[in-house]
């Protein structure tokens, strides 16, 4: 769904509070000169290998020691391999600028590689330059733009049009039907069912559609703005807010994980993140923040940093096992980043890795194993190893070029 704009409008403000906007900070950091990135509190054996002590040869090599590979490319779009062994690969360019794009007059449905067009009047989603589903009716619309809402799974296709407009479900490869005014697609769960959201007289309705269109139940009535923000995708779950309770449904049943006045939170709605891991941040607006299970019970609770003179708290990443959480607070004064490795039943992590020129408006983490990769504004990088082992610093220019990305291969 891409055009629920005022329900999803204030989903991400809790995530990273009380930042400076991306271009003012970038400006900011690049004029300051370069800080080691060492000791700052942090235990001698984590001391970070600077990456001057890279020898410049033609082809540099790096420390060995990454778990796997790592992609990297440069400013002028040239694409390395850092190998395990510390070798650096170039590998063959590709044709054009290897972004995918949509058809003309398509939209992306929720995330790639499905989109959404209206040709002829038929509604028409696709993958690729296949059309999967194309409408059996022709409707009075010339483009996609007069779609509300949309989503696409292989159980089925559903889309509204206009915002009180009618919506239409079909299952896979079958005739879509109207099945209600003034309800909204909000995606397909795993289990096969549609969400939807739809606006009443005492506030929002959150419902389970089958693949024809078909009530299955509906989750809950009645609920605020607030409340309808802080729904949250967690591993085959939804996780949702109702009247003071945190819920999950699977797509089929509905069931209560935890109340919030249980966890601290009696004076705000707060919102809820997937984070990875089978966990789910329940993070406020004054960086309460609360990191549960699927089950609803408290994996660890972090203490936030003092709410004037910090940038950035709450971006939280969880490993596939869900047992080492990433986060990093950064300092307002000199947007110099710490970053954190928290484990179960702590109230503050261990911190790994001291950065300057920190990033809060982009997501940093990524997890291969139990190592993290993070990236910090000036294009540096690190791979951290969870067992306290030294990070390795990745190569922030190859060749003369600077490394602008880098991602686990």
Request: proline letters at 7%; hydrophobic letters at 40%.
């Amino acid at each position: 769904m891409r055009r629920l704009v005022t329900l999803r409008a204030t989903a991400a403000i809790g995530a990273v509070a009380l930042i400076a906007s991306c271009t003012a900070q970038v400006t900011h950091a690049a004029r300051k000169p370069a800080i080691s990135p060492a000791n700052g509190g942090i235990p001698p054996n984590i001391t970070i290998t600077p990456g001057s002590q890279i020898p410049p040869v033609s082809m540099p090599r790096m420390q060995p020691g990454l778990p796997a590979a790592i992609r990297l490319v440069t400013s002028d779009k040239h694409r390395f391999l850092a190998l395990p062994s510390g070798r650096i690969k170039p590998v063959r360019q590709q044709h054009g600028n290897g972004q995918m794009l949509p058809p003309a007059g398509a939209f992306w449905v929720d995330a790639r590689p499905t989109w959404v067009r209206v040709a002829g009047g038929h509604v028409e989603f696709g993958q690729g330059q296949t059309v999967v589903w194309r409408s059996r009716g022709t409707y009075n619309i010339a483009t996609a733009n007069s779609l509300w809402s949309d989503a696409y799974s292989p159980a089925g296709a559903a889309f509204q049009i206009g915002r009180r407009g009618p919506l239409y479900v079909a299952p896979s490869g079958g005739a879509e039907r109207r099945v209600a005014l003034g309800e909204s697609a909000d995606g397909w769960t795993r289990s096969g069912t549609l969400l939807t959201l739809g606006k009443e007289a005492d506030g929002f309705a959150i419902r389970l559609r089958a693949a024809n269109g078909s009530l299955v139940r509906t989750l809950a009535t009645g609920l605020t703005t607030a409340e309808i923000d802080a729904r949250a995708d967690v591993g085959n779950n939804v996780l949702y807010l109702a009247h003071g309770t945190i819920w999950r449904t699977d797509g089929h049943d509905a069931r209560a994980i935890a109340s919030l006045s249980s966890l601290g939170f009696t004076s705000q709605v707060p919102s809820l993140y997937g984070i990875g891991g089978g966990l789910v941040e329940v993070l406020g607006r004054d960086w309460h923040d609360v990191i549960l299970r699927g089950d609803g019970s408290v994996f660890a609770e972090p203490t936030p940093p003092p709410a004037t003179g910090y940038a950035a708290f709450g971006v939280n990443v969880a490993n596939s096992s869900g047992t080492t959480v990433a986060y990093e607070i950064i300092r307002e004064s000199s947007w110099r980043a710490t970053v954190y490795l928290l484990r179960a039943g702590e109230t503050r992590g261990t911190p790994v890795l001291r950065v300057p020129h920190a990033n809060p408006c982009d997501f940093p983490f990524s997890w291969h194993g139990s190592w993290l990769l993070y990236r910090s504004l000036d294009g540096s990088s690190y791979a951290i190893p969870s067992d306290g082992r030294r990070p390795l610093r990745l190569l922030g220019q190859i060749n003369g070029e600077r490394v602008s990305s880098a991602r686990w291969a």
